[in-house]
Nanobody, 120 residues
């Protein structure tokens, strides 16, 4: 099970840190990612981190103002979002894959999402 937390209502320019806690299966060897979805649109990639947290990927839309990290000892991943914009408003999902990838279809383990709303 993946459980996201940390979403909320913020103003443009604010920061948030999203947390995803894993349980029920081994966190080992999973690449982890964050995706987001706006109603009526496809779920889109935001960021990914390899099991060995030395490798990260970011969508262009968040590059330079976000950071993904993980604590394997605690089975937790984080997504720090800075300089938030109204267009960042979405439901944010964490996901697990046996690959280090931005491809949504390669993720098999999904959380229920946490909502981020950015007001202008």
């Amino acid at each position: 099970q993946l459980v996201e937390s940390g979403g909320g209502l913020v103003q443009a320019g604010d920061s948030l840190r999203l947390t995803c806690t894993a349980s029920g299966r081994s966190f080992d060897n999973y690449g982890m990612g964050w995706f987001r979805q706006v109603p009526g649109k496809e779920r889109e990639f935001v960021a990914a981190i390899s099991w060995d947290p030395g490798n990260t990927l970011y969508a262009d839309s968040v590059k330079g103002r976000s950071a993904i990290s993980r604590d394997n000892a605690k089975n937790v991943i984080y997504l720090q979002l800075n300089s938030l914009r109204p267009e960042d408003t979405a439901v944010y999902y964490c996901a697990g894959s046996h690959h280090f990838t931005f491809v949504k279809q390669m993720y098999e383990w999904w959380g229920q999402g946490t909502t981020v709303t950015v007001s202008s």
